[in-house]
């Protein structure tokens, strides 16, 4: 069966830090992958998608950037962190871009 | 420009009573609707999944509705429970380039005791 795994799950970092979530999918090959943010009170914003090793897409301009340097493997980074970076990050993953789309737990970043 | 319309936004009901999430939306073209669970701290999780011909789906207490040419759906929870306590998120799938998933911002449902 399919997994997805995100750490960590809480996160603090101090402002112009750096940061680097991580996110691997077990059970398929060859996933849609994507990074969600989910500010408090809205909801999922989409933040990158990959279809492929290497490919990345951005939906919205922002402090981060995002790699897939493997199959089933997508790192979400910043160089330094801003305030308004805070927010529940989440990573998931779908078959073909329609298909349902399952999420990892999330990790609830505390930018100070 | 597609978008998700959820309501209401939060909702407090009694253990055992019933409840109606409703979700309208503005996306063409329309591949198909899902439901969502999100336990609080937690991902989302799949509810049911309807496509643009299917108009009733259940997965245990929860029964989803869709009406294809009004664009609305609604999720149904019948004899409530603690554990429903949650927010429910109706997600849209488009057929256009991109990952073409539409979020609504959900619905926060409380189950009091």
């Known amino acids: 069966s399919q997994t997805i795994h995100q750490w960590p799950a809480t996160l603090v970092q101090p402002v112009g830090s750096p940061l680097s979530l991580e996110c691997t999918v077990e059970?398929?090959?060859?996933?849609?992958l994507y990074w969600y943010r989910q500010a408090a009170g809205r909801g999922l914003q989409l933040l990158f998608y990959s279809v492929g090793i290497g490919q990345i897409s951005s939906e919205v301009p922002q402090n981060l950037s995002a790699s897939r340097p493997q199959d089933r493997q997508f790192i979400l980074s910043s160089k330094k962190l801003l305030l308004s970076d805070s927010g529940f990050y989440l990573c998931?993953?779908?078959?073909?871009?329609?298909?349902?789309?399952?999420f990892g737990q999330g990790t609830r970043l505390t930018v100070v | 420009k597609n978008q998700v319309e959820q309501s209401p936004q939060s909702l407090i009901i009694l253990e055992g009573k019933n409840c109606t999430l409703q979700c309208n939306y503005t996306v063409s073209p329309f591949s198909n609707l899902r439901w969502y669970k999100q336990d609080t701290g937690r991902g989302p999780v799949s509810l049911t999944i309807?496509?643009?011909?299917?108009n009733t789906k259940s997965n245990g207490r929860y029964t989803a509705t869709l009406d294809a040419d009004t664009k609305q759906s609604s999720l149904h929870i019948t004899a409530s429970q603690l554990s429903d306590s949650a927010s429910y998120i109706c997600v849209v799938s488009a057929e256009q380039a991109g990952t073409a998933l539409i979020f609504g911002k959900g619905t926060t449902l409380s189950v009091s005791s």
């Open positions: 309807m496509t643009f011909s299917e």
């Open positions: 998931a993953w779908s078959v073909q871009r329609n298909t349902e789309a399952f």
């Open positions: 059970g398929t090959s060859n996933p849609n």
